[in-house]
């Protein structure tokens, strides 16, 4: 593949990349390029957040690279105060150990085993002596610690930051040397624990990491970011049907996004929808339901995606019966014109005639042909006139 294509296929949908002048030099070697990916395993389950970052991963796999995946059983315990206006409690070493097992398997979900290097970062972080921790944290100052965005809110609120936390990104920039990472990738949260690692590597003697990050995507409330502690996440491990009505409720705005940073879908097929959207030739929720069947075939195959797509569609014709309706109540069995008189809806015999010859009336969803036919009616049938009119059957 030539240089351009390969460094097109990189570039698509990051934020950063810095520098991209580095990344052509890395590129231009023709080294396999050793690419960093570390992940806390603070939570067990990993959503389609974290999808976003592993399907960069295996772009670079495809073209040939090492992915390195730090399983950070070490830094998780201190906790990435990135984001955070709090200190995070410590996990027990038990607890990561448990959620870390989890994470490998699911992320192996994306990845490609055979081009990944796991390591664990107790490894060598255990092993640290103070004086080792003292000369390291002696090549950052504390004003570019405090530069940082979470950092400098909780110092101007006069609230704690505590000094393991000034710790936290000079561990995760520490494994960079370790691993002799060129690229290390993240969410567009982590930039300054990775820009800190391009440094730290420096101080080591080593070419500083090209830095890529990755867009957070705002969760199923379609506001906030995806997170399992707002509970509006998309888990690997969510059950198709549970799946698919998931990626069903975000709302319209989103659904290019998802496309784009969470499935495979070529960028031209994603751009005709686009088009199509646009000028409005299509119904959004016909491209969601593509881009459901799409994700949960991903997981967890097709013949079980378009199980949750048909069961997805029964629930859903049913979701048009609004939550009130009225009941009435007949005598049973009754002629299929007097039913629908008795719903007092209808100004004549001879309207509710036209209805039913027309195929306008259901009964549970069956269409009733004949005005005169007999109907058995034991309570709880949902008789259907037109669209929108319902009623619950009781008899009397
Ligand atoms: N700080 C990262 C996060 O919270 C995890 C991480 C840990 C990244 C160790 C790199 C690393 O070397 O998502």
């Known amino acids: 593949m030539d240089f351009e294509r390969h460094f097109e296929i990189i570039k698509r949908n990051t934020i950063d990349l810095i520098t991209e002048e580095d990344l052509k030099k890395r590129l231009k070697s023709k080294k396999t390029l050793r690419v960093k990916l570390g992940v806390d395993p603070s939570r067990p389950d990993l959503h389609l957040g974290h999808a976003v970052v592993l399907k960069k991963l295996r772009e670079f796999q495809n073209l040939g690279h090492q992915v390195v995946l730090i399983i950070g059983d070490f830094t998780a315990r201190i906790g990435d105060p990135s984001g955070r206006s709090k200190t995070r409690p410590m996990l027990t070493k038990e607890e990561v150990e448990q959620n870390a097992e989890s994470y490998k398997k699911q992320a192996f979900k994306i990845l490609d085993p055979e081009k990944t290097e796991i390591r664990y970062n107790s490894e060598w972080l255990d092993k640290l002596s103070f004086y080792d921790i003292i000369k390291l944290s002696s090549n950052y100052t504390v004003a570019r610690m405090l530069e940082r965005d979470d950092f400098a809110k909780r110092l101007a609120k006069n609230e704690p930051i505590s000094v393991s936390e000034f710790m936290y990104p000079l561990a995760q920039a520490y494994d960079s040397v370790m691993v002799k990472a060129d690229i290390e990738i993240g969410g567009t949260d982590q930039l300054f624990n990775l820009l800190v690692g391009r440094k730290i590597q420096e101080a080591y003697g080593q070419e500083p990491q090209v830095v890529l990050t990755m867009p957070i995507i705002e969760g199923t409330d379609g506001n906030l970011k995806m997170s399992k502690s707002y509970d509006n996440y998309i888990a690997f491990e969510d059950e198709p049907f549970d799946m698919y009505g998931k990626v069903m409720s975000i709302p319209d705005s989103l ?113 009733i042909n004949d005005p005169f036919q007999l109907l058995e009616i034991k309570g709880d049938e949902i008789l259907r006139i037109g669209k929108r009119r319902f009623f619950k059957l009781n008899t009397n």
């Open 255 to 367: 659904i290019l996004k998802y496309m784009r940073l969470a499935t495979d879908i070529p960028e031209d097929t994603i751009k005709t929808y686009e088009e199509k959207m646009k000028n409005n030739s299509i119904n959004p929720r016909d491209i969601k339901m593509l881009l459901a069947h799409e994700i949960v075939t991903f997981f967890h195959g097709k013949e079980k995606a378009d199980y949750a797509q048909n069961e997805f569609i029964k629930v859903f014709q049913k979701k048009d019966i609004p939550d009130e309706i009225n009941e009435i109540a007949v005598n049973s069995p009754i002629k299929a014109i007097d039913l629908v008189m008795a719903t007092k809806s209808v100004s004549s015999k001879s309207e509710a005639k036209r209805l039913i010859n027309q195929g306008a009336v259901k009964l549970n969803d069956i269409k």
